[in-house]
């Protein structure tokens, strides 16, 4: 299978399913040697899927296509094989064991072993050498867990380079660094490239793409929308490549009519809480209206989840802002004080913090509502019972009966559960986050009716959404978030993919 | 199934007898296996000891050993659901013990007064180790173990390394007494025992038939008449063969109507009450309870308090039976109340669990007991035969998880 090939890495007609989704469509990918190839799309266009199947994690019975490496023909089925074939992958979460210390993590899983026993002196010489490589002036010995983000980063390259890594993969490496950390990761990977190391560069970031990239492939919805030399494209050009599909999807036609201000959320700003001193979210405010759904987007890391979690009172340290509902103000300590004053918060993530799957429909979709329905301590049973069946029949819920456990209903009737269970503590303001992920087009299309229902009853609906289509279909009103800040605002009326991708993407 | 109303009424109604059977037998497999097992156990017992196992003066002795597990497990059943675990219930029980025999002999107080201090002394316990759990995030699982170790020492310091023994007549009645016969002295079966049997299965009838007309009444699905009827005959005969094996000895202990009492107000705590419902949510996904709005801390303070209370009850029936506060008193009390939670199908990764199941593991726990010493086993053995079914029962609940 060899033959001469001009690239480094070829990967051909690369197609990968998930129950339900086509997550790449016959997707073409090539890279060339010595070069830094950023690889470009929106939230869910198959980036990090791609980066996935060429590091092994999706073993090769998983998916149909063909990588070569050199032109020759390789399969992964871990990521040991793509780490012997000279690629190592830099994930946004960092993968290193925090109590460790540097050189044990540099050569975890590689320890350097003379008969069966670490040889701590070379483990820690060879340690050393790699830090020089990435420009890292640390002791080898310290423990991970004391330095910073952006000294992590740096560790985690020079153990893709303790491994003889011959194409560096990394995965919006800049999120969660500073902008002096930032000039130095960048600087260092055009040093690589004088070296002749291959470098594939995954980021939302377009500032950063424009700066080191040589050649630039955009993927939309799946599917490759073409790679180009970085000096034939401009911004905005990019912009139009990544939103570049044509909005076939249907969303139900809108009667609401937006009223008084609900929700204020003025001066908001919010400190990280695991990386001290970031700022995670920066003088935010806005408002959400009575009958109106107020659309939140941004891109993966933008802080869209973290601006609702905080208002929740449940993430990072408040610096200053304060939220009000109908002009009176709400204490954000714990989300039973913010529910309790009618603000709901559907999460993104409905099995790992939405639903208890090992329980019933009628339990979780009662959960939080118990205290209404509670009398002399105990739980009106039937009064339950009646609010429960009525909401499924409202919401047309699919359960053969109200005690089938939630794992074993479809992603969509999982959704509307919990929903469901949100609507039960009678909200103000309902904030769902990502209410149509993972579930099939005629689940969605039944959420987005009822969200329309909901709003135009009277309540103030906002909704964060990863997919453009959705934002644009479904909201009265856009914000739109970008690196914890507000990057802008745009009606219905003035709201375009390539507005909002440009705000999202930093530009103006 | 195309009927948009499926959990409606009507549709379970409609359903043949067979099907509904099959329904229900499939809903709560677990607990008919769990009845199926214990009966299993009784039958071999009974063979092996040639039926001095099944006499009523052997099932009474039994009824009255189980008192102290099964008051605990009603504690541990919370922890356990909570996703947590309780190390400490025996040395907290052995000190407590300790607590309420010394209030009682040395310092001279009124049984009645003891009891109240010492169940106020089981509140605190639980109010320290809540604390811990709760506000300062150390592991159950650790704050448990400190514990066991602390209170093996606050049970020798109370005691003085010596035994406390020889109660009031008044106070050892709660772990050894029965109620007295009302007018039959010398009936064969003791009629109070058979009066308050009576109406107890009375009143589960009234309960069953008014609670039926109700859901009827309003709509909600209702088992098949026929269905309804086993099962109240079931239950009916359980109460009465239990009562009547009680009445047939010396009647019913206060203990095990104490247990009633606790297992009752359990019951209720987990079914009905808000907080039961959080503790349940708690154990199933901590994220997604405290983003419903409970606050999770004080609902894991309120779990130890009970639990800590629920073990001052269980100390102080232990103490009367025994009629002495010993210095290794609830020594691996607290394996025997994990052991019979996990075997009443309590999950140990938390969110699953029944006080009924519990009980019935309890049950269990102490048939072993008092089979395996009936047959004169060496206690080497008994040790090794419960803590293989231990290990079979977690396999048992590991497997039942992995096959989803």
Redesign the interface.
Known sequence: MNYMSEFMLEMRNIRKEFPGVVALDNVDFAVLPGEIHALVGENGAGKSTLMKILSGVYPKSSYEGHILINGETKQFQSIKDSEKAGIAVIYQELALIKYMNVSENIFLGNELAKNGLIDWDETHLRASEVLDEVGLKINPSTTVINLGIGTQQMIEIAKAIAKKAQILVLDEPTSALTETEIGNLLELLRSFKSKGMTCIFISHKLKEVFAVADRITVLVDGKTAGTFKTEDLSESRLISLMVGRELTQRFPPKHNTPGEIALEVSNWTVLDPEIPDKIALDNISFVSRKGEILGISGLMGAGRTELILSI?G?WGRRVSGDVRLFGSPVSVR???D???AGIS?L?EDRK????????DVK?NM???S??KR?SG???D??SE??AV?DM??AL?IK?????QLV?NLSGGNQQKVAIG?WLL?EPKVLILDEPTRGIDVGAKYEIYVIMNRLAAEGMSIIMISSELPEILGMSDRILVLSDGRLAGELTREQATQEKVMTLATGGK | ?AD????KTKHLEEKSFTAALADIIK?NMRQYTMIIALLLIWSIFTLLTKGVFIRPRNLSNLFLQMCTIGLLTGGMLLVMVSGNIDLSVGSVCGTLGAIVAYLMTRAGLHPIIAILITIGCGTLVGCWQGFWVAYRGVPAFIVTLASQIAFRGLTLLVTNGATIGEFDPGFKIIGQGYIPRLFFKDAPLHDLTMLLTLIAMVAFVFIEVRRRR??IA?G??VLPKSMQLIKLILILAAIGGVGTVLGSYMGAPYAILILLAVVGVFW?ITT???FG??V??IG??R?????????VKKEMMKIFIIAGTVSAVASIVFTARINAATTSAGMLFESDTIAACIIGGTSTSG??GSVFGAIIGALVMASLDNGMSLMNLPIMIQYMVKGLILLVAVWIDIANRTK?
């Open positions: 929740m449940t714990s989300p039973s913010v529910i309790s918060y999460t790992g913090s939405g639903l208890v799957l090992i329980k339990e009662a959960l939080a118990l205290k509670t301590g105990l739980i049973c039937d019972l009646i069946e499924v029949e047309r359960t053969p009966s109200l005690e794992q269970k503590t | 199934m948009k109303r499926t959990i809903n109700k859901r309003k909600f699905a209720v009905r009450t808000p419902r959080h349940y949510a199933g996904n994220e997604a309870a405290r983003l419903s709005g409970i606050n969110g699953v989803k």
